[in-house]
């Protein structure tokens, strides 16, 4: 029954890349049009934000409650409804409106269908899943550059997009009866026998229980910083190498494309990696990858270096974020991986919200060159909370 319903999982992560890259792809031509500064997408990506924390948070005492198959489908629904919304939102405050419905979808379904997976599938399917999302975040921005590309508006786009999602959302509603699975259905593989309870059993934990989970809050320092570096690169790299390496703007626009397809195409490759390497041997490795690539940005020697470093950020940033996830309930117990991978999610994007702007600030005042200082600082972080989660684990489950 597992075999059927992952087709089904891939789709779902397909539909939660979908609509992730396209604001920012359209928003030069939205903005003009809503009569608002350019600047003004970054409010509407706070609400979306904002709605994906409150969801992720809440996403324990919602599984547990209506199951993942039933959060998923509604999620992807609800994403739908908001996607049509903004396609037909004729002012700044309505597309404000829909973006709240657009953010609890997203961090309910992200939660949910990453705790599934943990929980039931091995940890190549993680990598490959997560591939899938950037296959959808590729293709979101493609399919509304197309529709301006032949004449068509904006609204036709966020249309066409919306679309789809209800297609997705009819699969997934009909797929329900296979989401069914009960505790028989945990292996070995993601976790101890001792805590494979089933969810039904389970009541939610509170954010205060969960942070006194030991190793939780160094997992959520690890995830926020995870997202520190993997934005800021994305958001800053290109302003870095012109800036700073003298690299001409058309380059660095493709070089920080080449960055994304590095963690898509590094989680395509990391899937087969794992057929010989743990969870833990592939964070490490994606962390040194990572190391590889600030250092080559750092280095003063020509732009060449600092391009392929910009590639190596992106192939080390590739194996972390679904290796983190699948590893949860081997390190958190099955009862309790739906808790903490919520939080997990709140953490990566809070830090997905405030980390960018706050190198911006830096930059702004002080120097855009601190670009590889701060990714090398919060690297540094990442690595150390994550050591110190599996020491205070292994100590845990000795005692």
Not at 238 to 260: D, G, H, R, W
Request: aromatic residues 12%; hydrophobic residues 50%; positive net charge.
């Amino acid at each position: 029954m597992l075999s059927f319903l992952l087709p089904i999982i891939y789709v779902a992560f397909i539909s939660l890349g979908l609509p992730d890259a396209v604001l920012g792809a359209v928003w030069p031509v939205m903005h003009n049009e809503f009569n608002v500064p350019l600047s003004y997408a970054g409010i509407v990506s706070m609400i979306i934000a904002l709605g994906t924390v409150f969801s992720s948070l809440k996403s324990d005492a919602l599984n547990i409650k209506f199951g993942t198959g039933k959060i998923t489908a509604v999620s992807v629904g609800l994403t739908a409804v908001a996607l049509f919304g903004f396609s037909i939102s004729t002012q700044f405050w309505q597309l404000c409106l829909w973006a709240i419905p657009y953010g609890l979808g997203a961090g309910s379904v992200d939660a949910a269908l990453n705790n599934y997976v943990a929980l039931h599938y091995k940890s190549r399917h993680m990598s490959w899943l997560h591939c899938f999302w950037g296959v959808g975040a590729t293709l979101g921005p493609y399919i509304m550059g197309a529709v301006l590309t032949h004449g068509g508006i904006w609204n036709s786009g966020y249309r066409i997009i919306s679309v789809i999602q209800i297609v997705l959302t009819a699969i997934l509603f009909f797929s329900l009866p296979l989401w069914k699975k009960n505790g028989a259905a945990f292996t070995q593989e993601n976790f101890s026998e001792e805590s494979s309870g089933k969810f039904s059993e389970a009541r939610p934990l509170t954010l205060k229980e969960i942070f006194k989970i030991s190793g939780a809050k160094e997992i959520f320092i690890c995830f926020f910083c995870y997202s520190a570096v993997e934005q800021t690169s994305g958001l800053w790299a290109a302003s870095f190498l012109t800036i700073c390496k003298n690299v001409q703007p058309e380059t660095a626009a493709i070089f920080a494309s080449l960055f994304y397809s590095g963690i898509t195409i590094g989680r395509a490759a990391s899937g087969f990696i794992t057929f010989k390497l743990n969870d833990s041997q592939m964070i490490r490795l994606g962390q040194t990858i990572i190391l590889l690539g600030v250092i080559c940005v750092a280095i003063p020697f020509g732009k060449i270096l600092a391009l392929a470093g910009l590639v190596l950020i992106g192939l080390g940033c590739a194996p972390i974020y679904p290796s983190i996830i699948h590893s949860t309930p081997a390190h958190f117990g099955a009862e309790k991986s739906q808790a903490i991978i919520g939080v997990q999610m709140a953490s990566a994007y809070i830090g997905t919200s405030f980390m960018p702007p706050l190198f911006g600030l830096i930059a702004n005042h002080i120097s855009i060159a601190l670009f590889p200082a701060f990714l090398g600082l919060a690297l540094i972080l990442m690595a150390a909370m994550y050591r110190a989660l599996e020491i205070k684990t292994k100590n845990a489950a000795a005692n």
